[in-house]
């Protein structure tokens, strides 16, 4: 715990003035979970979990914040009256943190704050308002590849597909475990996605090889990544709370290693990152804590990017206070989907 420790903010740690280098965004989204609730109190808590992780990461040899500025921003407040309008304004919301002079880091939420997100990423100065240059890593114990759950387009579990139709050029997954034939045949048949399913990266006995090659391909990746990590990616047992937790996942090493090697990409870079699916565990709080955890991971390897001249600041500093842009996207798309329906 830092010296000076500031109540709700990621890690207690003091900020500096108007200065911005990482941004630690709340999206406290819940609709469609499917299995159980609470992603809604999930950023708040992962916020409260943070006090107790250590603020020193080995890879990155010091103390957070290394020099940096973090900003908490006080959350989303989840305005909205349909799905359509919740989307739109997520994705203005985001908009102007994309501006290209810091990295956003977002908490969420379901895993339904991707697409918004995608949407908003595209005007990042190294995506230049074209998504085909956008690399999306996955961590997830679902693919997220359905077409729709009961009859909602827009659910968590569309997550990945609605990302690809907005028009990312590679989608890699890693960790996925619960999918459907449809989802499989998705994954055989569509170029852009490569997955490294859990039954080969943790099979106990050709697991150790199929994870190297998982590391090898994120460490080749080109161009900007944004990288999304549902914490239901991780195993089971140390995530107990996520709305649908799943045995047979990622180790928390796993984990940091990915996010290690993404980082360490020499040819991509990471413009954000989401940590998804938190809920607060009431008996213990083991899965806010290990939200909070790979949250940190993710801090201390984008400043060891910077430090290492992996990424640059490409726009001046904009500080603290950013307004809205108006986005109608999501609300032009559903109409346009379901007059289809209908006709
Ligand atoms: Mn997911």
């Given at each position: 715990m830092s010296e000076e420790y500031v109540q709700g903010n990621f890690l207690g740690l003091p900020e500096k003035g108007g200065q911005v280098d990482v941004a630690i965004l709340q999206l406290p989204y819940e609709l469609t979970t499917s299995?159980?609730?609470?992603?809604?109190?999930g950023p708040a808590s992962c916020i409260t979990a943070s006090a107790q992780v250590e603020l020193f990461d080995a890879s990155l040899g010091e103390d957070l914040p290394a020099g940096a500025a973090l900003f908490t921003a006080p959350e989303w407040d989840a305005e909205g009256n349909s799905l359509a309008e919740q989307l739109d304004n997520m994705s203005g919301y985001l908009r102007p943190w994309y501006a290209g002079d810091c990295f956003p880091l977002i908490l969420g939420g379901e895993h339904g704050i991707l697409p918004p997100l995608v949407y908003a990423a595209q005007h990042h100065p190294l995506v230049g308002e074209n998504l085909e240059r956008l690399t999306v890593v996955q961590i997830d114990a679902h693919a997220d590849l359905r077409e729709q759950l009961d009859g909602e387009p827009y659910s968590h579990a569309c997550a990945a597909s609605r990302s690809l139709d907005l028009g990312i050029g590679q989608l890699v997954q890693i960790g996925i475990r619960a999918y459907s034939k449809q989802e499989a045949e998705y994954i055989e048949k569509d170029q852009r996605v490569t997955t490294f399913f859990a039954h080969d990266t943790q099979s106990p006995s050709h697991g150790e090889a199929a994870w190297l090659s998982c590391l090898d391909a994120l460490r080749n990746l080109t161009g900007p990544v944004h990288l999304t990590i549902d914490i239901d990616g991780l195993d089971g047992s140390i995530v107990p709370a996520t709305g649908t937790p799943v045995p047979g996942g990622l180790s928390f090493w796993r984990a940091a290693e990915t996010i290690e090697a993404v980082f360490s990409a020499p040819n991509a870079t990471v413009i954000s990152a989401d940590v998804n699916e938190i809920v607060a565990q009431e008996d213990t709080p083991l899965t806010q804590f290990t939200a909070a955890m790979v949250a940190a991971k993710v801090i201390a390897m984008q400043l060891k990017a910077r430090k290492e001249g992996r990424w640059q600041a490409m726009a001046a500093q904009a500080g603290k206070q950013r307004l809205a842009e108006p986005c109608d996207y999501f609300r032009t798309q559903i109409k346009t989907e379901i007059q289809k329906e209908t006709v």
């Open positions: 299995y159980r609730q609470g992603t809604a109190g």
